[in-house]
């Protein structure tokens, strides 16, 4: 369902917005966690939507959710990025940043927020939202990603 969902999306927004889309995945195979992040982030991707469908045996839980990552206090106190002189290519030194992988989302928290609440807004009017429909929490395949970062869970098949 969720790749029937994601090959749609991508259709509308390359029509729409003409914008490149580019699928961790275009058949019915799981893809690693971590590798869907390092897809994003190695192609320099400017945002990345995860897009899940959820399931609950309970009957009030229902609609769809956006959520950003969210991160302990201490892990952001000691995200700050160390940056190191390297040599360069063709000689001199140059400055290249070190980001902990699992803490490359932070930076971009703020942004991730704006972009869940516009993911939210756009789809208020067609689908039916949960009561709380953006949710910060600590996702793996949010937290590696080094730009504003979303994951869709689209809602709950019966």
Known sequence: MTL????????????????????T????????????TAIANNSKADMFISLHANASFRDAVSGTT????????EQVISSKVAS?????????LRD????????????????SDVFANLVVDALKDHVPLAPKPVEHAP????????????????????
Do not use: T
Request: aromatic residues 4%; proline residues 7%; without cysteine.
């Open 96 to 111: 290249i940043e070190l980001v902990p992988w699992n803490l490359a989302q932070i930076r971009h928290k703020d942004q």
């Open 4 to 23: 029937a969902v994601a090959r749609r999306l991508k259709g509308a927004v390359e029509a729409r917005l003409g914008l490149r889309v580019l699928m």
């Open 25 to 36: 995945r275009d058949d019915d195979r799981s893809v690693p966690v971590s590798d869907r």
């Open 139 to 158: 996702l793996r395949v949010l937290e590696s990603a080094n730009m504003p970062a979303v994951l869709v869970e689209v809602g709950y098949p019966e």
């Open 84 to 92: 190191e002189r390297l040599p360069a290519l063709g000689g001199g």
């Open 66 to 73: 956006v959520s950003v990552a969210a991160f302990d206090p």
